[in-house]
Every structure is written in structure tokens, then in C-alpha cells.
T-cell receptor, first 114, second 112 residues
Framework: EAGVAQSPRYKIIEKRQSVAFWCNPISGHATLYWYQQILGQGPKLLIQFQNNGVVDDSQLPKDRFSAERLKGVDSTLKIQPAKLEDSAVYLC????????????FGEGSWLTVV | GEDVEQSLFLSVREGDSSVINCTYTDSSSTYLYWYKQEPGAGLQLLTYIFSNMDMKQDQRLTVLLNKKDKHLSLRIADTQNGDSAIYFCAEITVYGNNRLAFGKGNQVVVIP
């Protein structure tokens, strides 16, 4: 079974530029998550989708971050404009619907803002 | 609310046992997880325990849960070089929309 796919793996941009990350979850997983992991910290949830609807985006900085999952499968996370403090690993994860189902993570997209 | 605490660094000799500890604050936690993160990689699920269990053993891994003290531990027997990584504990609560709340992680370094 294929895992969670993410691209690009690495991205370096200047502050105030924009960037987009793509995620393809495990087939059949209705729930998709974007986490932000700053160096030396644990991952923090940015947004959670159930199919193509948003379940939780309470920790998403909506002035600069946006995410969509239009057809309930792939998802994109965009940052515009980027700030230095956005340098982090952006982890996509997916799970079957329902509480207690195992959450599987992709390899992450590493962003450096200079 | 969710708040997961972990100690930061542990060095252990190859072949010895290593124990990583974690405390959490949300008593409504239903599942507690241990994830492993190797350098440059994503998070790999190691094991999990349901909140009505005290202990779970899975090959070299033993998870102990003390619900009264809200304390979770992971013991790795016969620690090997490939166990060098950062270990995160995480919890899911009944009210958390199946959302994982992570600790800051514990870096384990295995010394030959």
C-alpha cells in the first residue's frame, strides 16, 4: 500500500514570496491533516479535513496560510506571503474516518524562508 | 485542554534498555501513541495503547500507562544503533476530532 505522498520535499524561498505544498493521502483515507513542525518542537496541527470539508482550522494563521481539498482526495497548503518564522517541516497525514484510527504521516516538505 | 510534556535528551549504550517518559494533562485521552522520527524523515508510528490498558508489549517495545498520574513511558529493550531518533508521544481525546496532540519529543542517541 502506498503511503502519504508529499511534494516538494525541499523548498527555499525569500520572505514575502509564496509557496505551495501538495499532498496525496493514502487511498480511502477520508481524513487529511496538515501539521507544522518547527525545528526542536513537536508537530502542531494547522488544519484537518474530513473529505473536502474543514473539521478544524483553529491554529491556521489565516492571514497568510490557506489550504484546500477540493475533491476530497489531494490537498494543497499555500503560504502567501511567507515570513522567516514559517521555516519548518510541513507534514501531511491521513487516516480513516472516525476517532481512534491510526494517523499515517508523509515524509514532509521542508521549507526554509530566507 | 491538551498538553503533552517530554524530557529532551537521552543517551544509551548499544544493548542496554532505554526508557522515554511522557506526561499528559487531558484525562479524556482515549489513545496514546509513540512515534519515531529519524533525521530528515517523517513520523513513523511505533506503537499505541488504549486508555483502558496498563501495559502493551510489542517485540522490543513496552508501553506503560499510569492513568492516575497521567504518565506514559516507552521502554526499548536491547537498544540498537537504528533506534537513534527523536521519539514523540501523542494523545487523542474523545473530543479532539481524532486530532493528535504531540509532545516536544525526546532525542535518543545510541552509543556503540
Amino acid at each position: 500500500e502506498a503511503g502519504v505522498a508529499q511534494s516538494p520535499r525541499y523548498k527555499i524561498i525569500e520572505k514575502r514570496q509564496s509557496v505551495a505544498f501538495w499532498c496525496n493521502p493514502i487511498s480511502g483515507h477520508a481524513t487529511l491533516y496538515w501539521y507544522q513542525q518547527i525545528l526542536g518542537q513537536g508537530p502542531k496541527l494547522l488544519i484537518q479535513f474530513q473529505n473536502n470539508g474543514v473539521v478544524d482550522d483553529s491554529q491556521l494563521p489565516k492571514d497568510r496560510f490557506s489550504a484546500e481539498r477540493l475533491k476530497g482526495v489531494d490537498s494543497t497548503l499555500k503560504i502567501q506571503p511567507a515570513k522567516l518564522e514559517d521555516s519548518a517541516v510541513y507534514l501531511c497525514a491521513s487516516s480513516l474516518a472516525g476517532s481512534g484510527n491510526t494517523i499515517y504521516f508523509g515524509e514532509g516538505s521542508w521549507l526554509t524562508v530566507v | 485542554g491538551e498538553d503533552v510534556e517530554q524530557s529532551l535528551f537521552l543517551s544509551v549504550r548499544e544493548g542496554d534498555s532505554s526508557v522515554i517518559n511522557c506526561t499528559y494533562t487531558d484525562s479524556s485521552s482515549t489513545y496514546l501513541y509513540w512515534y519515531k522520527q529519524e533525521p530528515g524523515a517523517g513520523l513513523q508510528l511505533l506503537t499505541y495503547i488504549f486508555s483502558n490498558m496498563d501495559m502493551k508489549q510489542d517485540q522490543r517495545l513496552t508501553v506503560l500507562l499510569n492513568k492516575k498520574d497521567k504518565h506514559l513511558s516507552l521502554r526499548i529493550a536491547d537498544t540498537q544503533n537504528g533506534d537513534s531518533a527523536i521519539y514523540f508521544c501523542a494523545e487523542i481525546t474523545v473530543y479532539g476530532n481524532n486530532r493528535l496532540a504531540f509532545g516536544k519529543g525526546n532525542q535518543v542517541v545510541v552509543i556503540p
